[in-house]
């Protein structure tokens, strides 16, 4: 039973270390895919409805509404129900858009020249001043302008085919800078079941100078011709607290990565997931401009969702697609293509898994397809099965060898009697003068109960006596047999 234990056991092994190629590797280092189908674009716009009261000349009411860009990104879902962290400057506008209004109104009507900006100007014309000073905000009694201003975000998903009217959010928390994280929410609930793709956050941003990250995102809208870009980045010492940010060095000095990521973060790549090489968590969003690049950290992140009392979860979509990912990155395309067919039924127009999905299709069965190796290396390098057929054979006939023996152990003799008893306490003995004192004793009753073999005497001695009860030859002074007890008859 040992041998059939440890034969067992090598089995399960064996069988364990064959399984394990396909678990190992759950997040592949220098991966982005796990966050790229979570990443979206925003586009903030201030929307102006203003009406001006002109009593210059004849009464006249003038209204105009303008839509007045004011902050454009990358955002990254963080929970399935469209939960989106970005920056403040995508929902909230620091720049007095009434007053922009009230100069772009009065150019137009009165033609005057007046630059399109946030300015409060002045006219030579002290009538045509007057009015245009009562148009500028705060309202009074006497203002010539009735204005409204409301903000309008769109945030547009990685989906394909794009969606040209993405969907209307809201910011429910934000920092007090333009570069501080902010929270938005869906105006109206996310369609589908099981939500949108989300985005892992790290625990901590990593501490080690020269740290390999990615950023992921957006430089415009996304569309048949503009997929999400994804640049390479290194962490440098300080920073990552507070509105400073964390900044970024190359190592190796070969290009000035903060003047870099500065441009990127201009043309709309601002607010976007800088992700670690570790695990392709979130450990940041990019903040900045111009010259100069940084990093806000995650405690920042999760910080401003404590806030706005938004936990960050991952979602159904984000299961199926991280085991599909994991069987992708360890090279078992059979069995990464129906994973991800799975995300596509889940959320059919999630890019990155399409994008990956024709890959495994294509190389599946192929060379590079580790689960097609191990299925072809499995007969040739398996173990022959006559050794465990010769080992259950010797394990049989050892079994029944030592069944036999102890058997044989547990079988009385047959050729043993059982033992003799002596005849009860104050039975007399009756012996004659002159007969040897023989020891009479009597058989046990079980004895008795065991039939006796009569003896067959050929031509006896007539001088020789024997025990008609048992055979036993008697001597000629004994009255009782010496061997059974029985009588001699005279």
């Given amino acids: 039973m040992a041998r059939l234990t440890a034969l067992a056991g090598g089995i399960a092994v064996a069988l364990a270390l064959t399984a394990l190629p396909v678990a190992a590797h759950e997040h592949p280092s220098g991966i982005t895919d796990l966050v790229t189908p979570a990443v979206v674009r925003v586009e903030a716009v201030s929307h102006v409805e203003i009406t001006l009261l002109d009593h210059i000349g004849e009464l006249k009411h003038v209204e105009r509404s303008y839509d ?176 400073t940010g964390r900044p970024f060095a190359d190592p190796e000095k070969k290009v000035d990565e ?95 898994a399409a994008g990956l999905l024709k890959t495994s299709l294509a190389k599946r069965g192929g060379p590079e397809d580790q689960g097609t190796k191990r299925a072809a290396a499995e007969p040739a390098g398996s173990m022959p099965l006559w050794p465990f057929i010769v080992a259950a054979a010797i394990l049989f006939l050892a079994a029944g060898g030592g069944a036999y023996f102890l058997w044989r152990r547990r079988t009385p003799d047959e050729t043993t009697g059982p033992p003799l008893q002596p005849l009860a306490a104050g039975q007399p003995l009756d012996l004659d003068d002159g007969a040897n004192q023989t020891v009479v004793v009597r058989r046990s009753q079980s004895f008795q109960a065991v039939p006796q073999q009569q003896q067959v005497m050929t031509a006896p001695d007539p001088g020789i006596k024997y025990c008609t009860s048992c055979g036993m030859r008697l001597g000629p002074a004994h009255r009782f047999c010496g061997y059974c007890g029985h009588p001699i008859e005279t």
């Fill in 258 to 352: 903060p003047v870099k990521l500065g441009g990127m973060a201009d043309k709309g790549l601002v607010g976007a997931p800088v992700i670690g090489d570790k695990d392709g968590h979130v450990i940041g969003l990019l903040v900045g401009g111009g010259k100069e690049g940084k990093m806000i950290g995650v405690r920042e992140i999760t910080g401003i969702l404590s806030q706005a009392k938004v936990v960050p979860r991952r979602g159904a979509i984000d299961t199926a697609f991280e085991a599909a990912l994991t069987r992708y990155h360890t090279k078992y395309y059979t069995e990464a293509a129906p994973g991800f067919q799975r995300v596509l039924e889940l959320y059919p127009g999630n890019v990155v």
């Fill in 68 to 243: 007045i860009p004011f902050g454009q990104g990358t955002g990254t879902v963080v929970n399935p129900d469209g939960t989106i962290v970005g920056l403040r400057r995508f929902a909230v506008n620091d720049n007095d858009v009434a007053v922009y209004a009230a100069n772009k109104i009065f150019a137009e009507h009165h033609k005057a020249k007046i630059p399109a900006d946030y300015d409060k100007h002045k006219l030579s014309d002290d009538r045509l001043n007057r009015h245009l000073q009562g148009c500028y905000p705060p309202k009074s009694d006497t203002a010539t302008c009735i204005i409204n201003v409301t903000t309008e975000i769109t945030a547009f998903p990685n989906v394909s085919p794009a969606s040209t009217d993405g969907f209307k959010v809201k910011c429910i928390k934000a920092g007090p800078d333009p570069d501080s994280p902010a929270v938005l929410v869906p105006v109206t609930p996310v369609a589908g079941g099981v939500g949108m793709p989300t985005a892992p956050l790290a625990d901590k941003v990593p501490d080690q100078e020269g740290s390999p990250t990615s950023i992921a995102g957006f430089l415009g809208r996304p569309g048949p011709n503009l997929q999400h870009s994804v640049e390479i980045a290194h962490l440098s010492k300080g920073g990552g607290q507070g509105a």
